[in-house]
Structure formats: structure tokens, C-alpha cells
């Protein structure tokens, strides 16, 4: 079943050295795919919103985490306004394995109920298994639980993006964190495992990595007890969601059947001006 799956590459205007590998490495990606030019400041209608923010993640926001979770924001609408049916999005800093992203790209992902599908996460996630042999005998299917940490890359249906933009369009904590909560805008979170995109060891070039030294909580007592209530009514939320939802949405667990995706099209139906 096929797709019109756009792809773009989060990266920084001045990020010179970093587009160039990138573009060499995808030179013979088979998919068409652009750059999506980071940002750096919150662009209407995307809120910051700094007193929410101590409450929510007990300090102030990082510049580089303000412009990536802006960055992806953006594209989020960007991708909602176009005619596509699902976004592929990745950052600059990662080695892919564009064989398994051109299985994906030719698939709708929407229609097989993976409106949100992370394909790299930069801590281990709580997850559970749902689908042995997502594309091929050593690739399956994980729905995650609680948090997972990391923007690298992921791919979004037209649902999966309007329920994030819905969510997250208060800037009060890291993208990674409000792109997780999945008890809040009502879709679940699924993984590949393996990954097939890796970060690359450095920083990031739109700047989302935490700190060397610690930071100082600076809330005063008042938002420290609102902290804990909001983190409270969180933890009620995500329990009660996660105790509701179906178990083996994709059937019986077993290592017994072909790859979910074996009638994949031979061509991927993917847009985007060639880089």
C-alpha cells in the first residue's frame, strides 16, 4: 500500500560540514529528500512559555532546546499544510540505512495504525512487543511506554502530526518530552528495533544535547509544589491509558509468520525537491 511520504532533514543554515557528509552519504539514498532549516527562536503559533516551563521541567530551557523543539514544530505545520500523507524527519547528525527507510517510505503507515513511528531513541525506552518481523525476519515492532528520549529520527502520518501540533503547541519542556506523551494526545508510540538511523558521536548541530555542568532548580516552593502535582496527574494519566489500551493490537506475538511488510511496492511513492 503505498504513500506519498515527504522527507526532510532538520539542519542549520550555517551547518556546512555536517550538510555536506550528510549529502554525500545519501547521494545513492534512492529517495528524494531536503533540507528543513533549523530554527532558533519560537515562530507563531507555537507559545513559549517560561513559568510553565520551571514547573514542568524544574529549570529554564536551553537555547538549543527552545530552537529544536521550535524546528520541529515547524515543520510539523509545514507538513499538515502539504498534500503528503507522511513525513519522514530526520537531523543531520545521524548515519541511516536507507534500505529499510525506502521499505518504509512505500508503506502508508497511517492505514497499518503507526501514526507516530520512532526510529532512534537516545535512552532505552519501557517498551513491549507487538509484531515480530515488522519488514524483514530481524526488524520488529515495539509500542513504547512512558518516556523516550531523542529526536533524531521518526516518521509521522497526517494524524500522528496533527495530534502533536495539537499537544505541544505551549513550548514548556523539551521536544522529546512532549512528543512522548502519548496519554495526552491519544496515539501510541511505536519503535523499530534495531534502529535503522544512528546518532552519530559530537554534539548537535541544532543544539538539543544537555549541559556538562548540572543546573540549579530555580523554582521557588510554590512551583515546586505545582511541580509535583503536575507530575502526579501525569503519572494517573499515562497509568490509566496504559492500563486501558489493547494488548496485542497486531495479533499474537509469535515468531511463526512472513514480515508484516512483505507486499511492500518494489518503488516507494516519495516527494521532495533532490537535494
Excluded at 526532510?8 to 549529502?23: L, P
Excluded at 530554527?39 to 503559533?45: D, K, T
Excluded at 513559568?51 to 507538513?79: D, V
Excluded at 499537544?167 to 511505536?190: F, H, K, Q, V
Aim: hydrophobic share 40%; charged share 20%.
Amino acid at each position: 500500500m503505498g504513500a506519498s511520504t515527504t522527507i526532510r532533514v532538520i539542519s542549520m543554515v550555517s551547518a556546512h560540514e555536517r550538510r555536506a557528509r550528510f549529502s554525500a552519504e545519501a547521494a545513492q539514498a534512492g529517495l528524494e529528500w531536503s533540507y528543513f532549516d533549523a530554527l532558533r527562536l519560537p515562530e507563531a503559533p507555537l507559545v513559549h512559555d517560561p513559568a510553565t516551563e520551571i514547573i514542568h521541567t524544574g529549570r529554564p530551557l536551553r537555547p538549543g532546546e527552545i530552537g529544536c523543539y521550535a524546528s520541529h514544530y515547524s515543520l510539523w505545520r509545514w507538513f499538515i499544510a502539504s498534500n503528503h500523507t507522511q513525513l519522514l524527519v530526520l537531523e543531520d547528525d545521524v548515519a541511516v540505512d536507507w534500505s529499510a527507510l525506502r521499505v518504509l517510505c512505500s508503506r502508508d503507515l497511517g492505514a497499518d495504525g503507526l501514526d507516530i513511528l520512532k526510529l532512534f531513541t537516545t535512552y532505552p525506552a519501557q517498551s513491549e512487543l507487538m509484531r515480530y518481523k515488522l519488514f524483514s525476519d530481524h526488524s520488529h515492532l515495539m509500542r513504547l511506554r512512558g518516556y523516550c528520549y531523542g529526536t533524531q529520527a521518526y516518521m509521522l502520518s497526517r494524524r500522528g502530526a496533527a495530534a502533536l501540533i495539537r499537544s505541544c503547541e505551549r513550548l514548556t519542556m523539551p521536544i522529546d518530552w512532549a512528543m512522548s506523551r502519548y496519554w495526552d494526545y491519544g496515539i501510541a508510540n511505536y519503535a523499530v528495533f534495531p534502529f535503522p538511523v544512528l546518532e552519530r558521536f559530537g554534539p548537535s548541530s541544532i543544539g538539543h544535547a544537555a549541559a556538562a555542568s548540572r543546573v540549579v532548580d530555580p523554582a521557588t516552593l510554590a512551583q515546586r509544589l505545582r511541580r509535583f502535582g503536575w507530575r502526579s496527574r501525569e503519572r494517573i494519566a499515562r497509568g490509566w491509558v496504559d492500563w486501558r489500551r489493547t494488548a496485542k493490537p497486531f495479533g499474537a506475538t509469535i515468531d511463526a509468520s512472513a514480515p508484516l511488510f512483505s507486499d511492500v511496492d518494489a518503488e516507494p511513492s516519495v516527494s521532495g525537491p533532490t537535494p
